[in-house]
């Protein structure tokens, strides 16, 4: 089973929408991070933000914003008023100890298409 | 600016030669860097954990002599892809976290996309 599943493998939006990339983790730890990556077509991911297990608290950059629910093991990412810059694949990640090393785990990615 | 740095960007070889890729750490030490491989339109997929002064960890399913990974320094780290064959074909991707925990996030190399004639 996969643990770390974005169930939307592509999303079309014309610019200025609001759009929300879905995230859904799986883990039995108690301590673990998520993380957030943007793939734009150059390839290069670059990390957009982090959260730990026991920090529940949303967080709002601009216009992204990042919603962390434990009660639904889920860690949504919402972008607003989406522009043509926002067109990349996204990643959700999972950091669990494994072994005494946290190994991080991606999901499928999110190829977010954002029209002009 | 880049803080992990990735040579060659792209690569074109002939079928059974070998091929080098260079992963950096700019402006910090990484004991562990971590070596993805990514197949278009799919997710990255996790080839091996290289560990600095001792012998990388793979994955399950990796052939440990066809890619031989090197981490002699706390800055570098190479993926050599060895008897290189059409399948091989891909982009191969390293990263590294500024500390070695779980909460670092990781830092990534601009990729290396490999192409095996």
């Known amino acids: 089973a996969q643990k770390v599943t974005q169930a939307q493998t592509e999303i079309s939006v014309v610019e200025k929408e609001d759009v929300t990339l879905d995230c859904v983790y799986e883990?039995?730890?108690?301590?673990?991070?998520l993380f957030w990556y943007k793939q734009p077509p150059s390839g290069e991911l670059v990390f957009l933000i982090r959260?730990?297990?026991?920090?529940?608290q949303n967080e709002i950059s601009g216009r992204y914003s990042w919603n962390f629910q434990k009660s639904t093991s889920s860690f949504n990412f919402t972008i607003t008023a989406s522009q043509v810059v926002d067109s990349a694949v996204y990643f959700c990640?999972?950091?669990?100890?494994?072994?005494?090393?946290?190994?991080?785990?991606f999901g499928r990615g999110t190829s977010l298409i954002v029209h002009p | 600016g880049a803080v992990v740095s990735q040579h060659p960007s792209r690569v074109i070889c002939k079928s059974g030669t070998s091929v080098k890729i260079e992963c950096r750490s700019l402006?910090?030490?990484?004991?562990?860097m971590f070596w993805y491989r990514q197949f278009p339109k799919q997710s990255l997929m996790l080839m091996a954990t290289?560990?600095?002064?001792?012998?990388?960890?793979?994955e399950q399913g990796v052939e440990k002599d066809k890619f031989l990974i090197n981490h002699a320094s706390l800055t570098l780290s190479t993926l050599t892809v060895t008897s290189a064959h059409p399948e091989d074909s891909s982009f191969y991707i390293c990263s590294a976290r500024r500390r070695d925990s779980g909460g670092s996030p990781l830092h990534f190399g601009n990729g290396t996309r490999l192409t095996v004639t």
């Open positions: 290289s560990n600095e002064g001792s012998k990388a960890t793979y």
């Open positions: 402006d910090f030490q990484a004991t562990t």
């Open positions: 959260r730990n297990s026991f920090d529940e």
């Open positions: 990640a999972l950091s669990e100890e494994t072994g005494g090393s946290y190994i991080p785990t």
């Open positions: 883990t039995r730890d108690t301590t673990y991070y």
